[in-house]
């Protein structure tokens, strides 16, 4: 039986600095350019030659200002600031392509839940079914700051409330209009029969709502749900939630072992697990042949600052990198644990013995916490396969290095790689992002929690290949 | 001396019915497809061809549930329901255009800020300075329950919280970034100064926050402001900060006074007159000839639908109109009485004698409450050169009847005869929207509240020719 293809998301940010810090002073690259809009078109088209499944976009609503005690360093590397907002980049780029899907991540801890499903629904329809939603809870205090509060929530209640959030967006999208509500007739001029729409009601901890959604259902209705829990909480939200579930891994050692525990957990919540697809990351350096992209790498180094990437650690561990013996063993706090754990086992080149921030530094070489894969294309391919099918994730969302120079190597070097191994499609399936991905119906399947607040003719429409879309009239 | 050059905005909705109700079924509409991408991308095209200054998108976030006693009309009559989100729309229609404005209604009551203003300065980067923000304050109670409240707040206290909210904003926008804090220095690897950006503090009545604005600064900063308060609180509102005011007149009689109260308000408030464009708003139906236009007329009115023009005039003035019977008086509540009266005095073919529900159908015939002004495109660019002569406006928002036919009867019939009389410009001005509309600087002069939050080198940048883009490096 031919291995299943790898599913590949371009990683990127509406900002100059995502996951390199430093690289965009490197001459060939062009994220500078992230406020022009034939960029971010650009680059959609760059992903769609290279058939990619998505492009996702990460965002944040905070800064780092953990790292010396300020965001100084943030704001003098451009580590994740500016940032400028992912959503409204969507219908441009949904213009110039006809597959590529569009993740946009939004914090449940700082949208209006019925402002936010109408955006959603909004790009949902301008992509004909393209759009998928990364669900974050919010971890920083600047975050929180910004919306009036002292600082965030405790971890877990944020997840109460994004469990909320969710129901209140579940509602608006799968429960306000059902499947047949829109009719357009013009002859009558009759656009939406008023027994087939409905105000949806929750009283819930943390969100109170009564509304008839404000769009008429999109293809998708929902978006495709990606999720990035990681804590035992977040590993139970994203198994009952999350289509889609990124993981802190890049295939390599240990990945196995976090993909069995979400296994665990989705069996535990009764879904499937041909219902998820696993992610890991992965920032690669391609050349036509293994020394041109040594180089390269060497290159993009002497572009890096590490420095920076502490400042984004920092923030994420809530420890000051800054103020530490670099020499010394980093210092875990009580109850902090898991997280830094996390992050520092995954910097492989941090050497032996406990980790220092000299350590942390040697890891953190092309300005992130990523062990790039350097070689030829071919190369590069063979140990996607390799790790994909040792592991057991789905694929990757591919972190650029240099923008968009990482993602033309992978469209035009690694993919035809990929192509001759069998590893990869030769071509897109018609269809909303959500049947591209599952092979299955526009919409989310009954056994998932979006289902079951479905009413009226809304619950005819669940999950069967092609339901749920037939009524939408799409083709006027 | 030349007359000033009438201004002209394309006023619009992510909607199917915006306010012809019931047209879009005319065979020619083609409202429906409002959820392409490709649809507004040819708007735009359209205009721009027309040399418009601005697409102007209204929206609501509510429904209008007042007229029967609930929802059904307006969903039955798509009237402003289905409604999508405008913002999204601005960069796909920018990446076609390359002088067109921008201006994207957003309710106060219902957006959070610091996402708000960054989403804001997301498009005007995009736009490349085309961007206007029309306030409003949010009337539904239907919209105040999406976001958990029970009802919306008493009027005036709608105004001091959105006075709030634009301080807020304003500080996010002109306060937090420098002029000269965006360094870009490759070969230092310095993206910004930290010396040069600063969270900015805020503890008013209705909003707290404590942040660094997520966005660099953009060509205009502060978008320009948009707004169409009609009350006493609300003009007092415009006076304070709006640059383009919308006025609920169509330049004929009754006109000038309203623009006179602006006037005075204006001066109450220290502000030129020439600080601000009054806008009104007109309906027109154009032909090459006046009988083709009287007979266009005729089949958009026998496609209209003024019973569901009735159900938005309930939603905006609190009277189920249809539970009253068709002939006797109107009756006013006491306190609503301003709103009521401006709305009916628009209404004039409402008729002699006290109105009546009978009398405002007729008055409803395109399906909305616009008078239309009906003629060859001669007859039309002659009308209004002598309304904004007389009435003291500086130009209109065109309402569609069909889409976006009405749009392309203006740029191709309308706009050559208004240029043959000299009202209308032959060419776009370079610069942002701001520069375009009043020939200064790319952000809001020292007059305005927006400068007296500005700090640093910001402070410099106050609304002189040219002035305070230096900084910002957009040729990069």
Known sequence: MAPPHVLLNAFEMNAVGHLAHGVWSHPEDRATGYRRIGYWMELARILERGLFDGLFLADVTGVYDVHGGGAATAIERAVQLPVNDPAVLVPAMAA??????????????AEPPHLFARRMSTLDHLSDGRLAWNIVTGFLDSAARATGAAGTLPHDDRYDRADDFMQVAYKLWEASWD?????????????????KVRAVRHDGPYFRLDAIHLAEPSPQRTPVLFQAGASARGLDFAAAHAECIFIPADGGPGTRAIVQ????RLAAAGRDRSAVKIFGSLQTVIGRRRAEAVEKYHDYAA??????ALAQLSAATGIDFGS????????IPPGGGNAIRSILAGLGSAGEGPPT???LLAGLALGGRFRPLIGSAGEVAEEIGRRVAESGIDGFNLVRTVAPGSFIDAADLLVPELQARRLYKTGYAEGTLREKLFGRGPRLGAGHPAAAVRTGQGRAGQGGAGQGRAGQGRGE
């Open 357 to 359: 921030v000299r350590r």
């Open 96 to 109: 110039v392509t006809r597959h590529l899907g569009f993740g946009i991540t939004a914090d449940v801890s």
């Open 303 to 308: 572009h890096a600052v590490p420095e920076a």
């Open 179 to 195: 499947d047949d509500a829109v009719i357009r007739d013009r002859a009558a001029r009759r656009y939406a029969d008023p027994a």
């Open 324 to 331: 530490l013996d670099p020499d010394a063993p980093i210092p």
């Open 261 to 264: 525990r979400i296994e665990d």
